[in-house]
Antibody, heavy 116, light 104 residues
C-alpha cells in the first residue's frame, strides 16, 4: 500500500524558515518524480514544486522561486521542502504527492501557518 | 502559465443523477488533463487521469485541446465533494478553482 506521511509543519513568524518532510513507503521511491502541492485555508489547490527521480531536475511555481528548495533522499525514501523567507501568503496545508505531473497518491498534509 | 477555468463553481444534484463538470484551458494542453476529488478535511484523490487505465468507473473524462468534461454517470452518496481539474502539459502545473457538488 502506497503511503506518504508529511511532517514538519507548524507556526512560524514572517521571514522565518521551516523544513517539511515526507516519508514514502509501499513503492519504489527512487523510480518516481515527486511533488509538493499546497492549499491555503478555504482555497483551491496550488502546485508548488517537483523533483526528478535522481534529484537532477527541480521546478517551482514563480511565487516560491528563490525561497523554497525541494530535495530528496532516495536512501531514506524521503522528500523534503525547505521553506525560507516565509510570508503570510504561504500559510497552507502542504501535501506531498507521487508524480511530477499526474498526482497519483497524496499524503494527509501538514499545516504551515505564517503569522506573528 | 496555463489558466484552468471550471464551470460551474458549484452544483446541486441528487443521488442517481448524471453530473457533468467542464474545464477549459487558456491554451491547448492536448489530452494532458486530470481530475481530482476532495472531501472536507481530506487529501485530494485522483479520479480520472490523462493515462486512463481502462478500469470501469462511473467517473469518465473527455476532451482534448482546451475543452474537457468530467462526467459522473450516476451520482452516489460518497461522490459529494469538490472536484478539481489539473493540467499536466507544462510547468507550472495548474489547477482549476474547483467545483463543489452538493446534495439537492
Amino acid at each position: 500500500e502506497v503511503q506518504l506521511v508529511e511532517s514538519g509543519g507548524g507556526l512560524v513568524q514572517p521571514g522565518g524558515s521551516l523544513r517539511l518532510s515526507c516519508a514514502a513507503s509501499g513503492f519504489t521511491f527512487s523510480s518516481y518524480w515527486m511533488s509538493w502541492v499546497r492549499q491555503a485555508p478555504g482555497k483551491g489547490l496550488e502546485w508548488v514544486a517537483n523533483i526528478k527521480q535522481d534529484g537532477s531536475e527541480t521546478y517551482f511555481v514563480d511565487s516560491v522561486k528563490g525561497r523554497f528548495t525541494i530535495s530528496r533522499d532516495n536512501t531514506k525514501n524521503s522528500l523534503y521542502l525547505q521553506m525560507n523567507s516565509l510570508r503570510a501568503e504561504d500559510t497552507a496545508v502542504y501535501y506531498c504527492a507521487r508524480g511530477g505531473g499526474i498526482f497519483e497518491y497524496w499524503g494527509q498534509g501538514t499545516l504551515v501557518t505564517v503569522s506573528s | 502559465d496555463i489558466q484552468m477555468t471550471q464551470s460551474p463553481s458549484s452544483l446541486s444534484a441528487s443521488v442517481g443523477d448524471r453530473v457533468t463538470i467542464t474545464c477549459r484551458a487558456s491554451q491547448s494542453i492536448s489530452s494532458h488533463l486530470n481530475w481530482y476529488q476532495q472531501k472536507p478535511g481530506k487529501a485530494p484523490k485522483i479520479v480520472v487521469s490523462s493515462l486512463q487505465s481502462g478500469v470501469p468507473s462511473r467517473f469518465s473524462g473527455s476532451g482534448s485541446g482546451t475543452d474537457f468534461t468530467l462526467t459522473i454517470s450516476s451520482l452516489q452518496p460518497e461522490d459529494f465533494a469538490t472536484y478539481y481539474c489539473q493540467q499536466s502539459y507544462s510547468i507550472p502545473r495548474t489547477f482549476g478553482q474547483g467545483t463543489k457538488v452538493e446534495i439537492k
